[in-house]
């Protein structure tokens, strides 16, 4: 009878840790919830006859591309620092670490 009880609190225990850690980057995820906001609020601005809808369009297009840029500079600074870092262990060494800046900077304003 122990065994059951026990297997079951197991069971349990794996269940809850498994579904936890499955749906933590979904709840970390809260950046993407302001947009929807964000978007909200301008429907509700259209729906008001305040902005028409290309002017609705329009602003949306801005403010994707804004988020963009952000996202895209976040993930240079990211890249670069990796970068540093390695020069920084002496994987690298100051010419070596601007030839793959250089390229890295490149890769991103080709993307």
Do not use: C, H
């Not at 390229?103 to 993307?111: G, Q």
């Amino acid at each position: 009878m122990w065994s059951v009880i026990l297997t079951g609190l197991f069971l349990f225990v794996v269940i809850y840790l498994s579904v936890r850690l499955a749906i933590s980057p979904l709840v970390n995820n809260q950046e993407d919830g302001a947009d929807i906001k964000d978007d909200m609020s301008l429907v509700d601005l259209r729906d008001m006859n305040v902005i028409t809808n290309t002017e609705l369009e329009d602003i949306m297009r801005l403010y994707q591309s804004k988020v963009m840029n952000d996202r895209e500079k976040e993930r240079y600074n990211k890249y670069s620092k990796v970068l540093t870092d390695l020069k920084d262990i002496e994987y690298f060494n100051e010419e070596v670490l601007n030839e793959k800046l250089d390229i890295l900077k490149s890769a991103m304003v080709n993307k």
